[in-house]
């Protein structure tokens, strides 16, 4: 038996009512097991899986690839006894672009993308010669992220 929807968390969510009937839903729509069988397969082909925050969601589908199948942005720009900084901080800080910025919800496929791209960008800064470059610049973020207590600043008018 289940249950109306109350709140659809629309904002970090990015569902809207309606978006999971598959009587009026323009989403593609499969089922939780389906979805599990895609990431399984995925996982059991060796793919690597690249996002942000990935144990979390890995926890909630009772999954756990190996770890060289996993590279997950939350660690990489990570200090060891210091606070995780958000996906959507480091887009900002690290490439310059705002994201989760609309009125529309969370996007995953931005999210990911994003993940991608903070990537990339880790793989370009540690190929720096110097070998401390990788370090100072992660530094450089913690400080500048502490000024403003990881908060994106709000667009100017």
């Not at 968390?9 to 089922?31: E, F, N, V």
């Not at 990431?39 to 969601?57: A, N, Q, T, Y």
């Not at 910025?101 to 791209?117: K, N, P, Y």
């Amino acid at each position: 038996m289940s249950e109306p929807v109350v709140d659809y968390l629309t904002k970090y969510s990015g569902i809207y009512p309606g978006d999971l009937d598959p009587g009026i839903s323009t989403k593609h729509l499969t089922t939780l097991k389906n979805s599990y069988s895609k990431i399984r397969f995925l996982e059991l082909c060796g793919c690597i899986f690249v996002g942000h925050g990935l144990s979390k969601d890995f926890r909630v589908i009772n999954m756990s690839p190996p770890a060289n199948q996993v590279i997950d942005t939350v660690n990489i720009y990570h200090v060891r006894g210091r606070r995780k900084i958000s996906l959507k901080y480091l887009a900002w800080e690290v490439l310059g672009i705002r994201m989760q910025d609309s009125d529309l919800g969370h996007d995953s496929i931005e999210d990911a993308r994003v993940a991608l791209q903070l990537y990339e960008m880790h793989l370009k800064l540690k190929s720096d010669p110097e070998p401390s470059a990788w370090n100072t610049y992660l530094q450089a973020i913690y400080d500048k992220g502490t000024k403003v207590k990881f908060q994106v600043p709000p667009r100017s008018s």
